[in-house]
């Protein structure tokens, strides 16, 4: 009967798009009947007792770790030797679900390693183009109202593999694992500014880490006043070493080395310091040969997780295509998925709540007919910015002379689409669509 039921369903479900793309709607039509055709359980049969039904199980610690079942959904990292030079850990979006990135898999990237700071010895102090300089304690930031806000940090290196010539075989994990999400909690910055006092003749700040190279950038007052943010938790805990233990500044929607780790000073300023990350590291050169410096947004973007290289389809049948959207720009307003290389499109139902500034999981039913098929997507933001085409990047920020490893950064804020090529025997490989 349930059978018959399911097949009933979805013969009346309507297609979206070609290639099997279904209505966004077919999630609340089809109800239990359309999660029995996506999902093929069985009927229900008696249930074994099981080894862990049978006895005792482990002492609780004291801090929860994940399940040993589940130690494959680790970071990547590019430096796991921990020789003196920068360390990247990617995050695994593909084995993740939902929108927020837990603290140990939230991605890191540190110049130095992770200072092993004292956070009763550590100092914020806020001086220059202030009418009273003033030095914080950790104790003392704590004083000050607190605010949380959901928001994504995103290298400007993230993707940075898709400006090859032509397809890096990766995973999500290794294409745009340098981007994550959370739940921040700290104290405004204008908050603190206006204890300070702002001269008027400031027009930006510089703000420095703690760590062996001092990390500087030079961030526009305007800025700070805003929605700027001195981060000291992070998804309702301390924040995580690699993440800027006990302190960071937090610029939603900005560049991630921007959101300077292990803070130390502010210095008010009437003009960028062109220190040494600004003026060379992150000022990639662009086809025209002028460097691109103070490039601050994150753009709008979008990428699929679920189906992916490494998660192989297990034949022809019924799936949900799951990923990530999200914009420096605000809340994503719409995105678009195709499963015929940009052909045709269907819009992707958003999965609430959908915030700005944060990552918005879509998801849209698809039924796979077992033929090869190409599965895109393209975000909208709420500012009416969408997702340019990999040719329209690539012409602003330029291409490669040969394939790069993964690890390589041939120039920064890839925000074009990805495409995956689904193979007739289940198999996911990145192409250019």
Not at 31 to 45: I, Q, V
Request: hydrophobic fraction near 40%.
């Amino acid at each position: 009967m349930k059978a018959k039921a399911a097949d009933r369903v979805l013969k009346n479900l309507e297609a979206a798009a070609g290639n099997g793309l279904l209505d966004r709607r077919a999630f609340l039509r089809g109800g239990a009947a359309l999660t029995a055709a996506m999902s093929g359980y069985a009927s229900a049969a008696p249930l074994a007792e099981d080894p862990w039904s049978r006895a005792p199980g482990g002492t609780v610690p004291a801090y929860g770790t994940p399940s040993r079942f589940e130690k494959g959904v680790a970071r990547t990292l590019s430096n796991p030797g921990g020789e003196a030079r920068t360390h990247h850990a990617r995050t695994p979006h593909q084995l993740l679900q939902g929108s927020t990135t837990p603290n140990g898999l939230h991605f890191v990237i540190s110049h130095a390693g992770d200072p092993d700071i004292d956070p009763g010895a550590h100092r914020l102090a806020i001086h220059g183009l202030v009418r009273r300089p003033l030095v914080f304690t950790l104790d003392a930031l704590a004083r000050y109202p607190m605010v949380s806000r959901a928001s994504f940090v995103e290298c400007g290196g993230n993707s940075a593999p898709l400006f090859s010539p032509s397809p890096v075989q990766a995973s999500v994990q290794a294409l745009h694992g340098l981007a994550s999400c959370a739940e921040w909690t700290g104290v405004m910055l204008s908050t603190l500014l206006e204890e300070t006092g702002v001269d008027p003749k400031a027009k930006w700040l510089l703000a420095e880490g703690a760590d062996a190279p001092h990390l500087s950038r030079s961030v526009p007052l305007a800025e700070a006043l805003d929605d700027a943010m001195i981060a000291l938790y992070q998804n309702g805990e301390r924040l995580m070493p690699g993440n800027g233990y006990p302190m960071r500044l937090l610029l939603p929607g900005w560049e991630g080395n921007m959101n300077v780790k292990w803070l130390r000073r502010l210095k008010l300023v009437e003009a960028p310091a062109m220190s040494y990350y600004e003026a060379r590291t992150y000022a990639p050169i662009l086809p025209g040969g002028k460097a691109w410096q103070f490039y601050f947004l994150q753009e709008v973007k979008s990428f699929i997780t679920h189906p992916s290289p490494g998660l192989e389809l297990k034949g022809p049948g019924f799936y949900e295509i799951s990923g990530i959207a999200y914009s420096g720009n605000g809340r994503i307003s719409k995105v678009m998925v195709s499963a015929d290389g940009g052909a045709s499109w269907a819009q992707a139902a958003l999965q609430e709540p959908v915030l700005a500034k944060a990552f918005t999981r879509f998801r849209i039913p698809w039924s796979w007919n077992g033929a090869p098929a190409t599965l895109q997507s393209r975000a909208w933001d709420e500012a009416g910015n969408s997702q340019p085409t990999r040719a329209q990047i690539v012409a602003l920020r330029g291409e490669t002379a040969k394939p790069p490893p993964v690890t390589a950064f041939p120039s920064q804020h890839y925000n074009g689409p990805t495409s995956w090529a689904i193979e007739a025997s289940g198999g996911v490989r990145h192409v250019y669509a």
